[in-house]
């Protein structure tokens, strides 16, 4: 069994003898998992491992990508997991045990015997009442010790970066700015599309704090969306949706109480209507002026919901005033059921949206990473159809794999992110534990790899099928259809797709803030003062994409009979506009 966030392996016999365990087995995608980690950030804040208390995170994994203990990695430092974690790839503790869903937690006394277990999320209460009981009652009989145990953090020794697990990017074209969620800073990040930062909102502790741009905070942002001098916020781990208007400096609460929300319906008014984990959004039109409401992935219900901006109403539903929250599609099952009636429907913990409102698509796409499918939601009447990937039965979350099909036969292993190109008619996937980018014709219903190898990593090729990605959680298209970046997660970067060359580059990100307008670029450099005899050479102009990788190649030939004259004079100057 591998560890994390140990110095070493621990055993019952030894390093946990006297201490009462919590085991905590989870798996990293699972957004129920990710649901009681605050409790047990409450619960070892309570109880120290010297009060005897020690919580262990046991990793069973679902999806194959789940057991490489990088990965797992990975997740501990987003997650902020502070206890030691084993990594039961093969699911050897998971059986023996006899557990059987995620997440279960199960309580051992300090001999390493069985107290209690308790199955799924929702049980804070329970876990408090019966772990001060089992502590108190050991301490009292004389069998707790008040050792320490070798916990080494990963996240002392990470190296400082830009960005850290950045969950998604959003881009307004009309601007030529990009919103990236910062999700490890707790941040958002406003940028030009040469890579200049513009504004930084939040970070880098996490908060819920409103008002000025300088002092607002978020917990774990992942969905942006940007029109404007606005940018629309899926601040997950708040449970709330955040708008930031840039142009008054300001940051407020649309929806959310800041606590996670168990309605399954809503229809309050957005601060008063608890919400659960949002994991991404985009704006769209209902029943009313143009961008009227803004349309959520409600993972932790597994819906998707509606944020009315302005009075409008849903497809077949009644009206909405501005400022109501209410479900659009989904039951709150976990299911992979398509259905003409969307509160009949079912999701896995939708994650990713993207927008094609024009005929004959009308719909909104949606990556349902539970059940490793890309669904449709029709703006006309709301009926959910499968695009790619799962299979047919509504009950099989585990029909993922990476196969590049047709409708049913395509699979994919937990997509994240969606991205619409209408000039092209193409929906872009960021098809996360499988680490490639994607593309599926919604006419045929093919989906075929456009980058990335299969395996983790961060090469730039720079072509599309020698560059590898890690993870990415979001996509989105810029410049009319011939960019694509992406937010590779796990390498804690975005990147650039230039669909024209197929080559994939870095995207720089200058750290000198401008909060401000940008200055205007400089005329075009003037081309250095050459002899009247001098030969010329026209080249037509290339265009280049921020941090695009640009190979020139250049062959000088000689006269017959000449040669250069070493120790002579000579110079190379190389100017660029923009």
Not at 257 to 266: F, I, L, S
Not at 338 to 348: S, T, V, W
Not at 417 to 428: D, F, T
Not at 460 to 467: A, D, I, Q, Y
Request: aromatic share 6%; with cysteine; net charge negative.
């Amino acid at each position: 069994l591998e560890w994390l966030n140990t110095e070493g392996p621990l055993s019952l016999n030894k390093e946990l003898a006297g201490k009462v365990v919590l085991l905590d087995f989870f798996t990293y995608c699972c957004i129920n998992c990710m649901h009681i980690l605050p409790d047990l950030h409450q619960l070892e804040k309570k109880h120290s491992v010297k009060d005897g208390l020690v919580v262990v995170g046991v990793h069973s994994a679902k999806f194959p990508n789940e057991k490489v203990v990088d990965n797992v990695r990975s997740a501990v430092l987003r997650y902020d997991i502070c206890h030691p974690v084993v990594n039961d790839s093969e699911a050897c503790l998971w059986n023996e045990l006899e557990v059987s869903c995620w997440p279960t937690l199960v309580l051992l006394g300090p001999r390493g015997n069985l107290l209690f277990s308790l199955v799924g999320e929702g049980h804070r209460d329970r876990l408090m009442f019966f772990t001060d009981r089992a502590l108190r009652y050991y301490r009292e009989q004389g069998l707790l010790k008040t050792h320490t145990v070798g916990i080494k953090l990963y996240r002392d020794s990470l190296p400082p970066s830009v960005l850290s697990f950045p969950g998604k990017v959003a881009i307004d074209n009309s601007k030529k700015r990009l919103a990236i969620a910062d999700t490890g800073h707790h941040r958002i990040l406003v940028v030009s599309s040469a890579g200049q930062l513009l504004h930084v909102i939040g970070g880098p502790e996490s908060g819920r704090q409103d008002g000025d741009l300088s002092k607002a905070s978020f917990n774990s942002p992942q969905g942006v969306a940007i029109k404007g001098d606005t940018v629309y916020v899926a601040d997950t781990e708040n449970h709330l949706i955040r708008k930031i208007d840039l142009l008054e400096g300001r940051v407020s609460t649309l929806a959310g109480v800041g606590a996670q929300g168990t309605d399954n319906e809503g229809g309050a008014m957005g601060p008063q209507q608890p919400i659960s984990s949002p994991w991404d959004v985009t704006l769209g039109t209902a029943g009313g002026v143009e961008d009227n409401v803004l349309w959520i992935a409600m993972a932790g219900t597994h819906q998707i919901w509606a944020l009315f901006l302005a009075d409008g109403k849903l497809p077949k539903g009644s009206g909405s005033k501005a400022g109501t929250c209410v479900r659009w599609a989904g039951s709150g099952s976990e299911e992979n059921r398509n259905n003409a009636y969307p509160h009949k429907a079912g999701f896995a913990q939708p994650s990713g949206l993207a927008l094609a409102p024009e005929e004959p698509w009308s719909c909104l796409y949606v990556a349902d990473s539970e059940s490793s499918t890309i669904r449709t939601l029709a703006l006309k009447d709301g009926a959910v159809k499968l695009l790619v990937g799962g299979e047919r039965d509504p009950m099989n979350l585990f029909a993922f794999g990476d196969v590049d099909e047709k409708g049913v036969g395509a699979k994919l292993q937990h997509p994240l992110g969606v991205a619409w190109a209408p000039e092209q008619s193409l929906l872009y996937v960021a098809d996360s534990y499988n680490h490639k980018i994607k593309v599926v014709d919604p006419k045929t219903k093919q989906c075929s790899t456009l980058a990335g190898t299969g395996e983790a990593g961060e090469t730039l090729g720079p072509e599309f099928n020698e560059s590898c990605f890690n993870e990415p959680g979001g996509i989105c298209v810029g410049d009319r259809g011939k960019l694509l970046y992406v937010a590779d997660t796990n390498n804690h970067q975005v990147k650039v797709l230039d669909l024209a060359s197929k080559t994939v580059s870095l995207f720089p990100i200058s750290m000198d803030c401008t909060d401000s307008v940008p200055s205007k670029p400089s005329g075009p450099a003037k081309a250095p003062m050459l002899p009247k005899s001098a030969a010329r050479k026209e080249m037509p102009p290339v265009a280049v994409s921020a941090g695009q990788t640009l190979v020139m190649s250049l062959t000088l030939s000689l006269p017959e009979g000449t040669k250069l004259t070493e120790e002579a004079p000579s110079c190379w100057a190389l100017s660029a506009e923009g």
